[in-house]
């Protein structure tokens, strides 16, 4: 079965302060791995989508890479507004469905 | 353009009542997944359907039943309700009905069972 695990569950970093997410996954054979920002109380918000080992992406501070066992999120020089939980989720080649790992809760201290 | 929108916000039932949520996609978007997400945990895949025909299950009961409309907004049915369905209910849309599509998500419908 398909497993997705993230770590560390919380993370508080003060502003300006640097740091990466671990999205670790077991899939029989990955389609793509989604990274999503989810605000309390709201649906989750697509960020990236990496399809290969070696792979990576940028958006503002945030940078996504992705090996054949795990990806990270890496956050450069966060602001309070990067506040939120960060969920990292696969697709199997062999399922029609999402496999969401429980997600990590980024604070970021002024 | 608007977003996957939800209804409602939020719901209150009582314990073996019925529940419908409702969703619809963005416009052009065809295919609409289900999640179940409880509190500090991730989502959980419940449905996929695109064209009307369901794609995929995830591992839930018989009690949970969705269908999509021609015109390719979805309901999610959840019979028989046990406290242990409250949760936020998340709609989600993409384009087609490919595994790797972006999917947009809505707002959620919150759902506590009394």
């Known amino acids: 079965e398909d497993q997705v695990t993230q770590s560390p569950e919380a993370l508080r970093l003060q502003e300006g302060e640097s740091s990466s997410l671990n999205c670790s996954y077991t899939?029989?054979?990955?389609?793509?791995l989604f990274w999503y920002r989810q605000d309390p109380g709201k649906g989750p918000e697509f960020l990236f989508t990496?399809?290969?080992a070696g792979e990576e992406k940028e958006k503002e501070r945030l940078k996504a890479t992705l090996t054949k066992k795990e990806s990270f999120l890496h956050i450069t020089a966060p602001k309070p507004e990067d506040s939120a939980t960060y969920l990292c989720?696969?697709?199997?080649?062999?399922?029609?469905?999402?496999?969401f790992g429980d997600g990590t809760t980024l604070t970021v201290k002024p | 353009d608007a977003g996957v929108t939800q209804s409602p916000t939020h719901l209150i039932k009582t314990r073996g009542q019925h529940v419908t949520l409702r969703c619809s996609p963005i416009?052009?978007?065809?295919?609409v997944s289900w999640y179940q997400q409880v509190l500090g945990q991730g989502p959980q895949f419940i449905f996929q359907?695109?064209?009307?025909?369901?794609?995929g299950r995830g591992n839930f009961p018989d009690r949970f039943s969705a269908r999509q409309f021609p015109n390719y907004s979805s309901e999610l049915n959840v019979n028989a309700l046990l406290l242990g369905d409250s949760a936020l209910y998340l709609c989600?849309?993409?384009?087609?009905?490919?595994?790797?599509?972006?999917?947009?998500f809505g707002p959620g419908t919150r759902l506590t069972v009394l």
């Open positions: 989600a849309s993409s384009p087609y009905g490919g595994f790797t599509d972006t999917q947009y």
């Open positions: 899939v029989s054979g990955l389609r793509g």
């Open positions: 990496l399809y290969s």
């Open positions: 989720a696969v697709q199997a080649t062999n399922a029609g469905k999402s496999t």
């Open positions: 416009s052009g978007h065809k295919s």
């Open positions: 359907y695109y064209e009307k025909e369901e794609r």
